[in-house]
């Protein structure tokens, strides 16, 4: 197994620990306590060594987009609102459905992460339900390089990174996540088609692709958009696919 840092050039260690900017964990805490509101529910608070995962996680990410442009919010706190809390938001409200609408335990969920680029929502995702079975597709191979180093780097366990094409991805899951890809109708199309039956699609989009998402995939049962906090244009759109 590669240990962590392999990947990085050697000669460019102290460059990259020099862009790297700390996030104290408790101002982690505090950016992303307005997105774990889950109303009527009481809010979530992530436990300290949660806290700490998205600390190592989001400097691991500072270090890695100075190289491969993995996202082009550059600053941290940005970073830990725009990325972090829009995902943890969104896992927020999957798992405050699937507590009312009786469905698998966390521990029988298969997700699966679209275009998961730096991870996002996936990784979220496993870190608040961690005993879900978790698949990252990624056909970039130096983004995909990074998801194997974050995974790794958290100790995360029960996660794969697919290297290719969704289209290529030979199997289902109960759960797909789908957040900011170019080519949105042809995208969705390949996503729609890893949503196992009775499985749910949960897109992180704008406001406009959500008004017509529901003629682009009318097979599936689709929710009310739910806007996300601080974001003026962005909504959480979850579809369920409807057996036969």
């Known amino acids: 197994m590669t240990r962590r ?5 050697q000669l460019e260690t102290r460059q990259l620990n020099r862009e790297t900017t700390h996030v104290d964990p408790a101002r982690i805490a505090e950016l992303l306590a307005p997105f774990l509101q889950s109303p009527p529910g009481p809010p979530a608070c992530l436990t300290e060594a949660q806290v700490g995962q998205v600390s190592a996680y989001l400097d691991l990410l500072l270090r890695w987009n100075a190289r491969i442009n993995l996202t082009a919010v550059r600053d941290p706190e940005s970073m830990v ?11 927020r409200q999957l798992l405050r459905e699937q507590e009312a609408g009786s469905r698998k335990q966390e521990a029988g969920v298969r997700a699966i992460d679209l275009g998961s680029g730096a991870g996002f929502p996936g990784l979220p995702l496993k870190i608040l339900a961690p005993a879900l079975a978790l698949t990252l597709i990624e056909s970039s191979q130096k983004k995909a390089a990074f998801l194997k180093e974050a995974v790794r780097s958290l100790a995360l366990t029960d996660v794969d990174v697919f290297a290719g094409r969704g289209e290529d991805f030979p199997s289902t899951a109960d759960l797909v996540t789908l957040r900011a890809v170019e080519r949105y109708e042809r995208t969705l199309g390949t996503a729609a088609r890893l949503v196992a039956p009775g499985g749910r699609l949960a897109l992180l989009i704008g406001s406009a692709q959500a008004a ?3 003629q682009l995939v009318p097979a599936f049962t689709w929710s009310e958009p739910i806007a996300i906090p601080q974001a003026s244009a962005r909504v959480l759109l979850i579809g369920t696919n409807q057996p036969g």
Not at 5 to 9: A, C, E, F, K, Y
């Open 81 to 91: 609102t725009r990325h972090f809390g829009e995902s943890f938001f969104a896992v």
């Open 212 to 214: 017509h998402t529901p």
């Open 5 to 9: 840092g392999h990947l990085v050039p």
